[in-house]
């Protein structure tokens, strides 16, 4: 259970991730696992993973909050090196999501399908800002880039923070709603990372491979 707790703090101090006001709440650890190869739309990157080790994120930890108006999503995983700009064509970056199914149980590992889409949250370093994308099935992401999200990032003692968050409500019929009040019956998370120096990207990531019941605090 991810529960979504109410802060009295404004925006810009919530996206701080170091904040004082994150080091108060609790962590809930959730395990993630690398995404099957079966669920990578292209034969090549299956063939090519096949022996070779990605998603390999073993845990986060996870913080929520919201303020009345804007709802947060605090990650923090161990990483070894910080990869924050891509300098080659065979350089990838440090990345995490949030996800969360737009209809019912929409299918996690396969981003979804046709009638039960997700939406992710998702961060990577190099970006100005995070974009929202939505998916109804691997290899169907479509990004959106003015969906209101903004993030907070910080590197250090081994690894990354990073903070997530939107406004509450939706801001497109293609994202999700999120409100205080919500339990878990309705509303669901997962999270998402990947490692660039391993050369993690696109469904090559480490997931949490069931829909976390999400709580949000009224």
């Known amino acids: 259970m991810v529960r979504v707790k109410r802060l009295t703090a404004d925006d810009a101090r919530l996206l701080d991730p170091n904040a004082a006001e994150w080091r108060s709440l609790p962590g809930e650890p959730v395990t993630l696992a690398p995404t099957p190869l079966t669920s990578q739309p292209s034969l090549y990157v299956q063939a090519t993973w096949e022996n070779k080790p990605y998603g390999l994120t073993q845990q986060a930890m996870v913080k929520a909050a919201h303020n009345g108006s804007s709802v947060f999503f605090h990650l923090t995983w161990g990483d070894p090196t910080e990869d924050s700009e891509i300098k080659d064509t065979d350089h990838f970056t440090d990345a995490a999501a949030v996800l969360f199914p737009v209809k019912g149980d929409a299918p996690l590992t396969s981003m979804g399908s046709a009638d039960q889409p997700v939406n992710a949250w998702y961060w990577r370093a ?85 829909w976390q019941p999400l709580e949000m605090e009224g």
């Open 126 to 210: 190099d970006f100005e800002e995070p974009v929202s994308i939505t998916a109804q099935g691997a290899g169907t992401t479509v990004r959106h880039l003015s969906a209101g999200l903004k993030a907070g990032a910080s590197f250090g003692d081994g690894g990354w923070s990073v903070v997530l968050s939107r406004a509450i409500g939706s801001p497109d019929a293609s994202a999700v709603t999120l409100r205080p009040g919500q339990i878990g019956q309705t509303a669901k998370v997962a999270f998402a990372v990947w490692q660039g120096s391993n050369g993690e990207r696109g469904g090559l990531k480490a997931v949490t491979l069931e």
